[in-house]
């Protein structure tokens, strides 16, 4: 069993840059690959990102591409999501969510998930 906590969601300029932190709780975070999601009213969860075990396989959705970075403190059992060049399209609550095996872009795929965080760029 894991459970995550998302935290870092707050207001923020367009243009601004913001990090999220999801911590785990369990043993199981270090053999879980971990995802991003994101959420606006009425629509479906938008992949963001995700991360491997090994910490270096990053994948990322077109529209967040070079803007954010995923990475993982095994440390800490924590993720973070690091967004540079906020826009106002990337206001949402963002999720993130664990999964046994290799990531995926797949939000069904995901085993466990957080409640979530919300991020709001003004424009």
């Known amino acids: 069993q894991v459970q995550l906590a998302e935290s870092g969601g707050r207001l923020v300029q367009a243009g601004g840059s913001l990090r999220l932190s999801c911590t785990a709780s369990?043993?199981?975070?270090?053999?879980?690959?971990m995802g991003w999601f994101r959420q606006t009213p009425g629509q479906g969860r938008e992949f963001v990102a995700h991360?491997?075990?090994?910490?270096?396989?990053?994948y990322y959705g077109d529209s967040v591409k070079g803007r954010f970075t995923i990475s993982r403190d095994y440390a800490k059992n924590t993720a973070y999501l690091q967004m540079n060049s906020l826009k106002a399209e990337d206001t949402a609550v963002y999720y993130c969510?664990?999964?046994?095996?290799?990531?995926?872009?797949?939000?069904?795929?995901?085993?466990?998930w957080g409640q979530g965080t919300q991020v709001t760029v003004s424009s």
């Open positions: 969510a664990a999964k046994r095996g290799a990531g995926s872009i797949w939000s069904a795929e995901y085993n466990y």
């Open positions: 369990g043993r199981t975070f270090g053999t879980a690959a």
């Open positions: 991360i491997g075990l090994n910490g270096g396989s990053a």
